[in-house]
């Protein structure tokens, strides 16, 4: 059974970096094919994508947010994990992480983890 | 960056009533074009993928069709439980997502 969690800080002060962990079980981040994205979720509003780490390192990001955005994956601890610069108010909002199935279709998602952003 | 945009952004409906969504593309996507619900401090869930297919568990009343640009999500006589947000996602160049469609009780 694959199942993902996020964890990290609940509230980040203003031009501070955002660092969230995505826990994996079930599925190795090295198989051919995997994928694991991060998405957010501004209270009230719309998903919005932010990347995506492939099994082999490859990594694919928002352009709105490549200049602040790194994902990177620890595979001797089946986590990736998401670090965001420089995080202002608008940054506020549900980050999920999910698996990349293989309809290319993020088919299992963590629960979310709400962060906010305020001083 | 691939836009979609999703109609209508809400609607209101009956148990046992049909609805259509649609997302259109603002260049193709091919055949990757996903679809989610989503309930209210919950995750969202996939329906479909890959335009068409319906994800394992998911009931045979969603349906959808498309490609290219214009994709449509169908629910079939609506049950209570499909009372909720959904969501396309297009995976064809990065990915992006449309603002979603609130299917809410009439």
């Known amino acids: 059974q694959i199942t993902l969690r996020e964890s990290g800080p609940t509230l980040v002060k203003p031009t501070q970096t955002l660092t969230l962990t995505c826990s994996c079980s079930g599925f190795s981040l090295t198989s051919s094919g995997v994928g694991v994205g991060w998405i957010r979720q501004p209270p009230g509003k719309a998903l919005e994508w932010l990347g995506l780490?492939?099994?082999?390192?490859?990594?694919r990001y928002n352009s709105s947010l490549r200049s602040r955005l790194t994902i990177t994956k620890d595979t001797s601890r089946d986590q990736v994990v998401l670090t965001l610069t420089n995080v202002a108010p608008v940054d506020t909002a549900t980050y999920y992480c999910?698996?990349?199935?293989?309809?290319?279709?993020?088919?299992?998602w963590g629960q979310g983890t709400l962060v906010a952003v305020s001083s | 960056d691939i836009q979609l945009t999703q109609s209508p952004s809400s609607l209101a409906a009956s148990v046992g009533d049909s609805v259509t969504i649609t997302c259109r593309a603002s260049q193709t996507v091919s055949v990757y074009l996903h679809w989610y619900q989503q309930k209210p401090g919950r995750a969202p869930k996939l329906l479909i993928f890959?335009?068409?297919t319906l994800e394992p568990g998911v009931p045979s009343r969603f349906s959808a069709t498309g490609s290219g640009t214009y994709f449509t999500l169908s629910i079939r006589s609506l049950q209570p439980e499909d009372f909720a947000s959904y969501f396309c996602q297009q995976t064809y160049s990065a990915s992006s997502f449309g603002q979603g469609t609130q299917v809410e009780m009439k």
């Open positions: 890959a335009a068409t």
């Open positions: 780490i492939y099994w082999d390192d490859d990594k």
């Open positions: 999910a698996h990349r199935g293989m309809g290319d279709a993020f088919d299992v």
